[in-house]
């Protein structure tokens, strides 16, 4: 029994902490723009891809290659990923900054719909097999298992999630990156390049998604073009649950989205008493979001936000 | 009002020179009018295409009262359209044993729906912008995970077949040809209901909410029960399209009820113009009859339309129909004032 | 209009010049989509065997066009491709739809417009709708989950099981009937399980059946699911026998799992080993051949359609839809998997099963019937 809950609960921290790096680029972009960046979902299947590509670019046959290569990898993708974020949103997002909330949203979409296509265009629409980006070994522990890769990707994340709050509140560029948050057109008057926070926002975020992606799918050993859409999904309402703006909001939320997805595998046939089975599970984690925006109208961690700013047309 | 003349006016200088405007209007007008003439007179196939167009833009019209009449963004629209679709499925087929005319079943399932939408209505009202919006997508998910998995009473994964073929004072209406007729009048009497309703108090209401909600309660909009009203008569629609779209498929599964529907119907409005019937028709077309028309080049047409959204937007971001040109203005730019 | 004289072009192209008669086949399936994979590389398996026909002359002189449609996995979609074959004279028999869900929209259009068509969906109650225009060519999933019941039972000496599946169709279809036959034959379904058919995490679920400790687990699933499954089993320290239907019988199930963790698994499917017979090497060159890759998991069902074809298009009294129905009903040929007749319902009269397991990287071929 106790070994069950241990078990349990590392599955809940290992998919929390990937829902987490993914929800981290929603809540940044929509801190800065308060726009959601439907795409963002894709910057997280491109990583992943991407990596695979640099692999097999170097090393021919990807299930061989080595650390050296996977970390080069790793990075290449990464920064890879950074670099296409931005240039999405010069290209996608930057002519629709004066325009309606609602466009830039949907510009997403469109981004989002031809990435997705352009991937099964190039790369094939089926599944394929993705390297192991850690040796895979597993361990007993207190009657649970846990996997070596269950480890690296809690660590990794916990690493990338605490860089991004250090880069957010201590330093120079996150100070910027705030100061455009809170305030676009004070920002510009104090003389800050609004342009390059976007721009930095834009970076940071696909690189975090990327991360997220490679992790997944060395985790999960495989990589399909819509990957991103189903854990986008997830992540997005884990950042809504949080309160979508705030990075703690974000981990919170992540880790409580994939606390009840757990729990309501394991206890919802129990509690109901056989009545509603497994398959209810994404009900329950509706249910309680529903629940929790109806009492705190702008998620666990999010600050309230002014009615003004969330008005989605003006177009006169 | 001042705001609309003055928007008016901007929407002239913008729109170019009258003889441009006229001919745009007279295309509109034409299309129109060549679909409806053209339609019936085609092989079954271009009829099937139109009856999905034409219920599409049912289902925009009706999505259209909450997004671009009350300004709220509504991602779970397609629930409605389930609980239409699945009201008639389980009414007029085997699955119950009950087999009702399908005049008896579109009042209820309007009701039904009216009453769905006010449910989610009344708790979710208080919230903004992106968490109506999450909100809304989660419930349309609760919806379509349940008809997926009440399978006593919808059939689970396998949806309801066998759906009786619909017919009207004893005539059959299940033909492509026919639901064609069931549509254009559908479409037809909803069209200029919404129309009206968009230029009646009511809808001075919902554009006061959209354009500024405190404002709006300033005046004494009691903004609860305004939205409410346009979350159940939206509710109603998409739940009218329902019916016809499952009297005319015959089969009703989860499968035609996912998040993808509803982010369609919402692109549709946007593409076309929100808050304007003449946008829906014309959003619908693009999303609908392009994908059709494309359909040799199959993942090509997806990056295609991909890459069309994000241009239209970034060259049109209020959608390709101004909200100002409805029909009376199209009928005043056709023929001069 | 233009769109089928491209086709019709690029088609002719491909046949020999003098042509004395032709007929079109509408090909539907998923080609874009995440079962791309599964639609193509099935028509491909057909395609191989019809354009060898064409090579050789046609059959009787009938050289064969095909007009191919993406369906999109998509019920809505699946009736707007159903109603172009109908509209299209030309088009005198069918060969549509992988996903059951699709196929029972499209049937009673195929049936109202009197189109014979060859369906993939396995789904046991298609064929109990009284069409009359339909076949399937394929074993529905009464046969795909008896074989496995009884191995688990006679053979593995199971004595508990638990069922997984998808919640979709197909997954929740077979591992019903796998439930029923393990339990008539003895054995306890200790719980059935449901996940959402996009789900990529198995490990909650996991956590609950390494509780119950059952002796097998029946995943009713599709692929990545049925890789990802087995791979988080393996993780989580489950022992359990996984036993899977016919979309695991890919390379891809072994490597996308890993081959450490589908040792010992099981896969059923209706197709024979493609080292089993002569023939059916011979089709495994062929394919590979033409299309540079390995045949798909669902290719030779394709090629097989093509023999059936042949077989109806040599005993039809003409090319109308009517003629082609009676001999499509009537037909009895040998095929690459063996002697092929319909019942009365449009049902094989003999499905083949195989079982297979996973040893050292590879399917080796453990029971059939």
Redesign the interface.
Known sequence: MVGHFVQQTVNALTIGSIYALIALGYTMV?GVLKM?NFAHGEMFMLGAYAAFLALSLMVGDVGSAGALALTVAFFAAVLATGFVGVGIER??YK??RS?????PM??S??????????I??LAG?QPRAFPSFFPNERFEFFGGSLTTIQIGILIASFILMGGLQILVTKTRIGIVVRAVSESRATAQLLGINVNRSISMVFFVGPLLGAAGGILYASYYGVMTPTMGAVVG?KA??AA?LGG?GSIPGAMLGAFILAAVEVAGTALLPIVSFGTL?T??R??LA??I??LV??FR???ILGEP?S??S??????? | MS?QT??DS?EAEATGSRLGRRLAAFLLLAAIVALIAVTPFL???YI??VN?LLIYVLLGIGLNIV??YA???DLGFVAFYAVGAYTYGLLASPQLGLHLPILVILPIAAAIGAITGILLGM??L??????L???TL??G??IR??L??LDDLTG????I??IDKASILGVSIAR?GEIFWLLVVTVFIVGTLVWRLERSILGKAWAAI?????AAKGVGINTTNVKLAAFAISATIGSIAGVIFAAS???V?P??FT?QES?LI??MI??GG??NILGVFVGASILILLP?VL??F???R??F??????TL??IR??GIVP?TLGPVRLVKVLFGK | MK?RA??MISASLLATPVLAEEMTIGLSAP??GAQ?YFGNTWHNGFKLYADALNKAGGVNGVTINYNQ??DKA???EG??VA??F??DDDVVIGLVNFN??VA??TL?IYDDCGLPNMTFGS?P?LTQ?GYEYMVRPVANDLAGALLPAQYALETLGAKTAVIVND???FG??ISEIFGKNFKDGGGEVLDTL?VAPTDVDFSAVLGQIKQMNPDVIYLGAVMPQLALFARQMHDQGVKATLMVPDGGYTPEFIEQAGAENVEGATVAIQVPPMDASDAIKDFAAKYQEAYGEEPGPYSIYGYVQGQILEEVLKTTADLSREAMNEALHNVSVDTVMGHLEFDENGDLKVAPSFLYKVEDGAFVLIDQM
């Open positions: 929509y959601i290209l996608a002519p629709l325009s309606t909330r609602i466009a949907l510009s979409l469109g981004v989002s719909l031809a990435l997705v296509a352009a099964q265009i629409p999904l997005f309402t809504i979508i089975g398959e209810y994404d009900v509706f249910a979001l529903i925006l109806l109208p702008a998620g936000v009615e003004e969330m008005v989605y047309k003006r177009e006169f | 705001a003055l928007a901007r092989p079954n196939y099937r295409v999905s997004i671009g300004g709220l963004l708790p979710v208080r919230l903004r912008g992106d968490y919006a999450i909100v989660g419930f998910e609760i995970i349940l997926n998995n689970g994964p396998r949806g077949f066998g492509p959209r354009e500024d909600q405190d498929q015959r089969f599964s499968e035609s998040l982010v919402v692109l946007v593409i929100m808050g059709e359909r040799e199959a993942e090509w997806i990056l339309l991909g890459l069309l959204m994000v937007i970034i971001p209020a909200r | 769109l491209a086709l080609l874009s791309a449609q993406d998509d019920p809505r009736t707007l109603q172009l109908c509209d059951s869900g029972q929209s009673p789904n109650s709708q919640k979709q169709v929740q279809g449901a």
